[in-house]
């Protein structure tokens, strides 16, 4: 079950609570205050784990307390702290208040953290009030309590490529032949359901990641279909490649299918219909597709659009798809360092 986005509360462990104490030892007269302080509370972390793909965990257990301070004892015993409580989430999860829509942090590398919920300090014990002009105070601090909200956890997977395009345009099927992924693969419409990662090898130096990605319908942006789940995470791709269906038994206009999600793109977001893509014309092994590959090129060269053609079931084409890839994103990064 992939899950991409939950709601969970979090709380800081309380302080512990300081001690009123005075000495009582045989022969020492007047043994003053000897009352501990109480130790902190835990305090609550995110922390960016590559090993998960998923919020999972977070969509059956909602609630999370880190550890309470002890309280502290006499003969100047300090209470023991509470430890932190370190909650494991996917590389891509933003963080944000679900209460006032602040968003606090973005975990996009291995191991970083952000603080969600911090635990509260411990109450003094009556030692600290000893003065010169009272010297048996019988004054302690109660233990603060620790921060608690609630937390909206979103996850946008982080891929260099995402492979976009109508159901059933042979997005999984290119995926499953250009990585070791293992998208499922159907000729129903929303074969896939939750996004897929794999890594691409093109050759001993050059790698990218790529993303199956649901099938987009019209009115995606206003959350038809898989909408949202579907959008959001194209917005971490540094490059799309847009599928089309050259088949002529689907009964659709793959340049119709172009500008439709090009325009779903638009209305979710202006930034990524920005985004660079390359429109892949797939099928092209079917015998009756030459019509429709001629249209779609003279498309793309009238609009300006990098073309390439393939066909995912028998690799026709995807050697040289891969190396435009490369090519591309390559220059997509020294584009972004000269910037």
Not at 19 to 24: D, G, I, L, N, Y
Not at 78 to 97: E, F, K, M, N
Not at 312 to 335: D, N, S
Request: with cysteine; glycine share 12%.
């Amino acid at each position: 079950m992939f899950v991409d986005e939950t709601d969970i509360f979090v709380k800081g462990g309380d302080g512990g609570a300081g001690c009123v104490s005075f000495r009582r030892e045989k022969y020492v007269p007047r043994g003053g205050p000897d009352g501990g302080d109480g130790g902190d509370g835990g305090s609550v972390w995110l922390e960016a784990d590559p090993a998960l793909t998923t919020l999972l965990d977070y969509h059956y257990r909602r609630h999370y307390h880190a550890e309470r301070g002890q309280h502290g004892e006499g003969a100047n015993r300090h209470g023991a702290s509470g430890a932190d409580l370190v909650l494991r989430v996917p590389i891509g999860t933003v963080v944000a208040d679900r209460t006032t829509g602040e968003r606090l942090g973005d975990l996009t590398a291995p191991g970083q953290r952000l603080l969600a919920a911090r635990g509260a300090r411990g109450g003094r014990g009556n030692a600290r009030f000893a003065t010169s002009t009272n010297r048996a105070p019988r004054r302690a601090d109660l233990g603060r309590p620790g921060a608690e909200r609630w937390l909206r956890l979103e996850l946008k997977l982080l891929a260099d490529v995402g492979v976009i395009g109508f159901p059933n345009a042979g997005k999984s099927t290119l995926v499953s032949r250009v990585s070791a992924a293992k998208p499922k693969i159907a000729d129903y419409p929303f074969t896939t359901l939750a996004p897929t990662l794999g890594i691409v090898r093109v050759d001993d130096e050059c790698t990218f990641v790529i993303a199956d990605l649901p099938g987009l319908i019209p009115g995606a942006a206003e959350g038809r279909g898989l909408g949202h789940q579907f959008l959001r995470h194209t917005e971490r791709t540094r490059l799309l490649l847009h599928i089309l269906d050259l088949d002529p038994q689907t009964a659709r206009e793959p340049i119709d299918d172009l500008l439709v999600i090009n325009r779903e793109l638009a209305a979710y977001s202006p930034e990524l219909a920005e985004r660079p893509q390359i429109v892949v014309a797939n099928k092209v092994d079917l015998p009756d597709a030459l019509a429709r590959y001629r249209a779609i090129e003279l498309h793309c060269a009238a609009h300006g659009l990098p073309f390439q053609a393939i066909s995912a079931v028998t690799g026709e084409g995807l050697a040289e798809l891969l190396r435009v890839v490369q090519q591309k994103l390559e220059a997509l990064k020294w584009a972004r360092v000269a910037s």
